[in-house]
């Protein structure tokens, strides 16, 4: 009888201690926990997709609490904002509605296109993305937001808001988390230990992880910035390869100049050496190496973009237009001012003179690759660069 008892009791003792252990782990959670999650009822658009293929690889190695309604504007230094006139209230809700519409049109373009039965992924569901593929959304619990950055599309800078944001990174200076973006050193925003993801949400939450994942994408704002797929291409091509990158070098330069480029002999050890000796890949080589069928076998093309309904489509064409509509939409206007810092230079017209020596078929090859980018965000066909001679 007495050890019956002595069981019975172990087991209480044990229930209590789990059910405590729940409560604490759930609270942790941040998107499934004790207190409520806001309602939200963004308009949806399904298999949505930044779709940057293999250039994600390239490019990749390479977003306080919401203030309630009627709470004073604020900027980052916590000065209050100038009050606006009449006027000045008239265009800004004026741009706010402009905003909102353009919203609406990208996102309904996104699920006309979508719906297309040949759309590239468009039978993939989300939970049959490999957790190593999700490491480009990043999440900020506090705010509930998912941030999908897309390389070269100023992802630096909605970076170093997101560092703000979630406070993860304290400044030497001052010895408390920064809170200016444009103050967060940009050569430290792409550390991934600074950012919670959702490929580290298995080393966090175990078999949960899943399960949360679905639970803040249903709930959380989710939002992403493109740009012209092509001017993206260059710029990443002139950002990786134009000047020595040793990562770069030793994973893509080195097996396109020994595919390419006709080289005889051993190639540098270095991007530094390969550099001072004039060997470096051409753009052309680079096409080649993006069009090659082995390069898809390798497994960079990736389409974990595609699986995410999001809130909001931003352009860089239209960053600071764009980014302020998404800090208001975000609630956090009153926290941050997006970086006013120089922006990437890559401009579309350079596009023809980029592709001049690529031969016409392997441009149209090429518009082939990236054609879903294009169409999904709106950007027209690039007639000069696929006809011109």
Request: a neutral charge; aromatic letters at 12%.
């Amino acid at each position: 009888m007495g050890t019956w008892r002595g069981l019975h009791v172990v087991f209480i003792v044990g229930s209590l201690f789990v059910i405590l252990l729940i409560i604490a782990y759930w609270d942790d959670v941040g998107g499934f926990n004790l207190y409520p999650l806001r309602d939200r009822k963004h308009e949806r658009c399904p298999q949505t997709a930044a779709a940057p293929t293999l250039l994600a690889s390239f490019a990749g190695i390479s977003s306080t609490t919401w203030a309630p309604a009627g709470t004073t504007n604020k900027s980052a230094e916590g000065r209050d904002r100038p009050q606006l006139g009449s006027e000045d209230k008239e265009s800004d809700e004026s741009r706010d509605l402009a905003g909102s519409r353009e919203q609406m049109a990208r996102k309904r373009r996104i699920v006309d296109v979508c719906s297309g039965k040949d759309f590239p992924g468009r039978t993939r569901a989300f939970e049959q993305i490999p957790n190593r593929e999700l490491d480009h959304l990043i999440v900020d619990d506090t705010h509930q937001i998912i941030y999908c950055y897309v390389p070269k599309v100023a992802c630096t800078n909605w970076k170093r808001v997101m560092v703000v944001l979630s406070q993860s990174l304290v400044s030497p200076v001052s010895g408390k988390p920064y809170t200016d973006p444009e103050s967060v050193p940009p050569d430290l925003v792409h550390n991934s230990s600074l950012h919670l993801t959702f490929a580290k949400f298995w080393r966090h939450y175990g078999s949960l992880s899943r399960h949360l994942m679905a639970l803040k994408l249903q709930h959380y704002t989710k939002f992403l910035f493109v740009r012209d797929p092509f001017v993206r291409l260059i710029s990443a091509f002139r950002n990786k390869f134009g000047r020595p990158n040793e990562d770069f070098y030793r994973q893509f330069g080195s097996v396109i100049l020994r595919r390419y480029g006709n080289l005889s002999g051993s190639l540098p050890e270095t991007a530094a050496e390969a550099f001072a000796s004039g060997i470096k890949p051409t753009f052309q080589q680079f096409v080649s190496y993006l069009l090659d069928a082995e390069t898809e076998k390798e497994s960079f093309f990736n389409e974990h973009w595609r699986q995410v309904k999001y809130d909001f489509i931003g352009r860089l064409e239209t960053l600071e237009t764009d980014a302020d509509h998404l800090l208001k939409l975000l609630q956090v206007d009153h926290l941050l001012r997006f970086p006013s810092g120089a922006r990437n230079r890559t401009a579309a017209s350079w596009e023809r003179d980029w592709f001049a020596q690529i031969p016409v078929s392997m441009r149209t090859e090429l518009y082939k690759l990236y054609q879903p980018d294009f169409e999904l965000f709106g950007y027209p066909e690039p007639d000069g660069v696929l006809h011109h001679q």
